[in-house]
């Protein structure tokens, strides 16, 4: 015979943000924000376990904790922008429909009246009706009860592993387009935005609409695990020297890949009476157990159980757990089957499929009718190894503002917004925004590099690159930003002179200038006396004069003059020495970057020369890395437009990135600008960025170990399993806690082989650490890729098409043809 929902529903009515159930039961619900999988230690691991221990002893007797986590298959849907780039739209493209598991956590507190009876798989809410108790009228009752409720909040919440929000009643209540959390769970419904009546049936096990569900319980004492623990070792992740730490009950969670809810029960007793209980239940077993060894062997573990109370005064529990798990399609029944068995095989347990109890089992996980959950499918246990079931994790969350890196879940590959700059600063995790990035050639640097560069630059701000390999060439035709090099036939052109349009000469300018001057004037161990100062600044001075007075274009050639003939005359006016200002030297040894001279193209640049206003800009000095004159000289040029931008571009972010030039810096006495900007670039709304791929370099070079490696609170490294032997030095330099050396060294352990990505390992301060995918779609590869012949590839299409974005485009296709 069919009933209306609305008849049996045991749910009486919602007050006051409050579940009252027509048996006197009243529930209190959070939803619960727990730590990111993957995320904690073995110690984090004991630390929540002890945690959850602490908050279930503060509930009162009769008070059942029902913790229910629900995890869904979603397909991934963009967020949609109209002012997208073509990369960002490439992205949405590639990562549309990507199924990924989705979780809400939802934790129940209700507390039974002490003369309310308890239910059994024969005596149900489901088939019977029910007065509400005079205990459940009483006020104090009550307010003991929430009470108890907001302690238990407050000790979960100050061990910082989980928040918990109060739904009120709009939560629970279901409105016009919105599902409430009791009619959620009553019709299964995964879309909290829509409302769909599917008929319930328990004819064969549980069918919702068209939902074939599936129950599967750990309800036997004797068939749970020998042993149970917070935590439990990952062997996908774990190598020979580190062990991958996850939750106990990880498997039945976000490990398991299957649309299902992880019911967790966990009812508090009177100890008193439990114990009592326990020693009746002991006296006949000891008088049985002559006629079996059944009954010995329970006599044994009963003591056991009682001795352990009392020694370790433990808190006896009733606790039990179900998987209730779902498909659409008949024809994956099984699979599912196979997947739930698998999950419950590797937690060494008996997967147990509910058909006779299943009814009255689910009915009780109806929100606020936890109270009516048959007790006959429970088990006696401590709130110890009860805690140790609990699901203590939950998915990739994406950083709460607009900024950041596109990265994947490394499950699934899921899109996540992982903010590594301004969030973690403002919560005082990091100092500063500086990074320093450790990844061996073809362990995916330059990707996750140019992939991190892209994301800055499209929320709008300046960057600067040096680099020594070409890394970068692609993405900055794909903004249109300057590409400095070098080679015979466009040889490398600066202007340091040009003031750009709305700026004077300042301090700043006229300092980076006269080192620039000095550095072609003097050798490193020449002496720079103070009137050799004076004058230079007084030259500049005059020629900024001058050059505004009679419409002169400022560059060195301009300056030149202006000093053989202009100030020559001025220093003949004022009588200086040639011991005070040796002016024939000066311009001898300047000659050479004059008009004519061997370098005469360098200093006197006409074109791409507002380098304050360009956002995206690239010096590639592969060519010029060992020359005793060029290299010097740009360097200087390099570190003097970022310090412009750095303390002209206000409230703009400003970064500096320094692939593997950075060696060849510090070799050519540069030490200072590195260590200068690493120290002082917070200040300026900036970060500085270097880059490197052998662990030599980090350890050999005081510059890196002083002046980067102190001052990056980002540290982000790469594929590290060629250095596990030795990677101890790496761990003690960078201070990576063995939290983050079992990180470091699962990267690429377990990759999924049906999808080509790396995998890159981020520390915010040694406080936040996690391993991401990137995973690019093909548009953002061919724009990255450091492959000489796709590089070669991408240059020819984009000539007989007139464009990277075109010739990219094309590209992309002709690979997404190919594999199909």
């Known amino acids: 015979m069919q009933k209306l929902l609305s008849e049996i529903l045991p749910i009486l009515d919602i007050e006051h943000d409050l579940i009252l159930s027509k048996a006197g039961d009243v529930t209190i619900a959070f939803q619960v924000q727990l730590p990111e999988i993957f995320t904690l230690s073995e110690a984090q691991y004991d630390a929540f376990h002890q945690t959850w221990v602490k908050a279930i002893k503060v509930l009162q007797p009769r008070t059942v904790l029902q913790k229910q986590d629900w995890f869904v298959i979603k397909p991934f849907r963009a967020e949609s922008a109209a002012s997208k780039s073509f990369l960002s739209t490439a992205s949405d493209a590639f990562f549309k429909g990507r199924p990924y598991l989705d979780h809400q956590c939802f934790l129940m507190l209700t507390r039974m009246p002490d003369e309310r009876r308890l239910s059994s798989s024969l005596l149900s809410n489901l088939i019977r009706p029910s007065i509400a108790p005079s205990q459940t009228l009483e006020q104090q009752s009550l307010d003991d009860f929430l009470d108890s409720a907001g302690q238990f909040k407050r000790i979960l919440e100050d061990s910082g592993f989980a928040r918990l929000d109060q739904l009120d009643n709009q939560a629970l209540f279901s409105q016009a387009k919105k599902a409430g959390l009791i009619e959620k769970y009553g019709f299964l419904l995964t879309d909290d935005q829509q409302r769909i009546l599917r008929d319930v049936s328990f004819q064969n096990g549980i069918q919702i609409g068209d939902r074939n569900c599936s129950l599967y319980t750990l309800a036997d004492a004797s068939d749970l695990p020998s042993q149970c623990s917070a935590s439990a070792t990952y062997e996908r ?4 020297r580190t062990k991958f730490s996850i939750g106990f009950a990880s498997l039945l969670g976000e490990l398991l890949h299957c649309n299902h809810i992880y019911n967790q029960y966990i009812f508090t007793t009177d100890t008193e009476k439990t114990l009592k209980r326990l020693e009746s239940k002991r006296l006949r077993l000891q008088s049985l157990s002559l006629y079996a060894r059944e009954n010995n062997l329970a006599l044994e573990a009963t003591n056991e159980f009682l001795n352990e109370a009392i020694r370790e005064q433990r808190l006896p529990v009733k606790a039990h757990f179900n998987v209730l798990a779902w498909t659409e399609e008949h024809s994956g029944v099984k699979e599912l089957k196979s997947r739930v068995s698998s999950a419950l095989a590797q937690l060494d347990t008996s997967a147990k499929i509910e058909s006779v109890g299943a009814p009255q089992i689910f009915w009780a996980g109806i929100p606020g009718n936890a109270g009516d959950f048959p007790m006959n499918d429970t088990f006696d246990t401590f709130a110890e190894q009860a805690a140790c079931f609990l699901n203590l994790e939950a998915p990739y969350r994406s950083s709460e503002g607009d900024f950041g890196i596109r990265l994947g879940d490394r499950l699934t590959g899921k899109p996540v917004l992982v903010d590594i700059s301004d969030e973690p600063f403002e919560r005082g995790i990091i100092q500063n925004r500086n990074k320093f990035i450790l990844g061996p050639s073809g362990s995916g640097k330059s ?28 993405l900055c035709d794909m903004v249109s930003g300057y590409y400095f090099t070098y080679d015979t036939d466009n040889p490398i052109r600066f202007n340091p002179f040009y003031i750009e349009e709305g700026y004077a000469l300042d301090i700043e ?9 000095v550095a072609l004037w003097k050798k490193d161990d020449e002496t720079f006396t103070r009137s050799e100062y004076v004058a230079l600044s007084n030259a500049l001075t005059l020629f900024y004069e001058l050059a505004g007075q009679r419409g002169t274009f400022p560059c060195f050639d301009s300056f030149y003059e202006f000093l053989l003939t202009d100030f020559t005359a001025v220093l003949k006016e004022d009588q200086v020495k040639e011991r005070d200002f040796d002016m024939g030297n000066f311009l001898y040894v300047l000659k050479p970057y004059y008009r004519g001279g061997e370098f005469d193209y360098l200093l006197n640049a006409r074109q791409n020369i507002d380098l304050l206003a360009e956002r995206f800009i690239v010096f590639e000095l592969d060519h010029i890395k060992e020359h005793p004159v060029l290299f010097p000289i740009v360097t200087i040029i390099i570190m003097e437009v970022f310090i412009s931008k750095m303390r002209k571009l206000t409230g703009i972010r400003k970064v500096i990135l320094v692939e593997e030039a950075w060696k060849a810096i510090a070799r050519e006495g540069m030490a200072e600008y590195i260590q200068y900007i690493f120290k002082t670039v917070r200040k300026f709304f900036g ?18 170990k002083q002046a980067i490696i102190n001052n990056s609170d980002c540290k982000i490294l790469l594929d590290q399993s060629k250095y596990q032997n030795k990677f101890d030095q790496i761990q003690e330099l960078l201070g990576l806690t063995d939290k983050e050396k079992s990180l470091v060294l699962s990267v690429n352990k377990a990759n999924d082989p049906l999808r080509k990505y790396k995998e890159v390992f981020i520390s915010l301060g040694g406080v936040l650490s996690k391993v991401y995918r990137t995973e690019v779609s093909p548009e953002e590869y061919l724009t990255y890729t450091t492959e000489q012949r796709e590089k070669m590839k991408v240059a020819e299409y984009a000539g007989r098409l007139g464009s990277i974005q075109q010739a990219v485009g094309l590209l992309a296709e002709e690979m997404r043809q190919a594999k199909r």
């Open 237 to 240: 992740y774990s190598t020979e």
């Open 509 to 517: 300018k006229k300092e980076s200038i006269k080192t620039l001057l």
């Open 687 to 704: 970060e500085a960025i270097v880059v490197t791929q052998e662990v030599e370099d980090i350890i050999s070079s005081p510059i890196v």
């Open 447 to 474: 990707f996750f590099t140019n992939h991190m560069v892209r994301s800055y630059y499209e929320s709008g701000a300046h960057i600067v690159l040096v680099d020594v390999g070409h890394s970068y060439k692609g």
